[in-house]
């Protein structure tokens, strides 16, 4: 299964020199939740997601000033992209994207690794489709037979996406591997209940056949837990 087999297309974008209140009315009347940003030749140059439009509406509220210190050019640039109504100024760059060939095995890898949520789908350089990880999560849940005969590789990633997508647990918290079915989970989490709950959900993905949990509480947890003497 291919990015262009689970994206929606086609995206409502935005330019770069419209108003952030245009970005919130596309988000709110659409179920994606980042809005693509070209420029006046279609090329992708920008992202802007629900967290820059958070961020920018929870802003409205104070203004501090910007310090006069060593820092004040990261303060500064802090400013323009919290207060700033020009999509130029609020939006992220630049954009982690993927091809229309690309698989779900390599899009799920590019959400967990940059910890984003969306990826927009790029054909030579024109945004043709985007991709959520409620997108990912829903051709695993509706597609277990093309998921179960791209093998162990394929189950690893859905697992992966799982943990990242339900439970926030990534992978420098808990790696898996995959053999003949059977998962394994290693790494450490801060509670007994993160544990079971990443073993419930490994058990979940369609192609899992058993799961062999390692993981871990992590040392600072359980002193913590300790009672005192």
């Known amino acids: 299964m291919f990015a262009r087999d689970i994206m929606t297309s086609p995206v409502e974008t935005i330019g770069e020199d419209q108003n952030v209140r245009r970005a919130i009315d596309i988000v ?17 140059v920008g992202i802007v997601t629900e967290g820059d439009l958070l961020r920018r509406i929870s802003s409205a509220g104070g203004r501090r000033p910007v310090p006069n210190t060593r820092d004040r ?5 802090d400013y323009i ?11 992220t760059t630049p954009v982690i994207s993927a091809l229309p060939t690309a698989t779900i095995t390599q899009i799920a890898d590019l959400l967990l690794a940059h910890v ?11 945004l043709v489709g985007m991709i959520s990880r409620r997108d990912l999560m829903h051709a695993i849940m509706n597609e277990p037979s093309s998921l179960v005969a791209l093998g ?3 189950i690893r990633t859905a697992v992966k996406a799982r943990l990242e997508a ?13 053999q003949d079915g059977l998962a394994s989970l290693h790494g450490d989490v801060e509670t007994p209940l993160e544990r079971e709950a990443a073993r419930v959900a490994a058990e979940s993905v369609p192609g899992v056949r058993g799961v062999h949990s390692d993981i871990q509480i ?3 947890m359980v002193s913590r837990m300790k009672p005192s003497a």
């Open 28 to 44: 709110n009347a659409s179920r994606i939740g980042a809005v693509p940003v070209v420029d006046d030749k279609g090329q992708l």
């Open 73 to 77: 050019n990261d303060a500064l640039a």
């Open 81 to 91: 992209k919290a207060r700033s109504w020009r999509i130029k100024d609020v939006m």
């Open 116 to 126: 984003i949520k969306h990826v927009p789908v790029v054909d030579a350089g024109r």
């Open 152 to 154: 162990d590789d394929a």
């Open 166 to 178: 339900e439970l926030a647990i990534g992978p420098a918290s808990v790696q898996v591997s995959v």
């Open 218 to 220: 992590a040392r600072h």
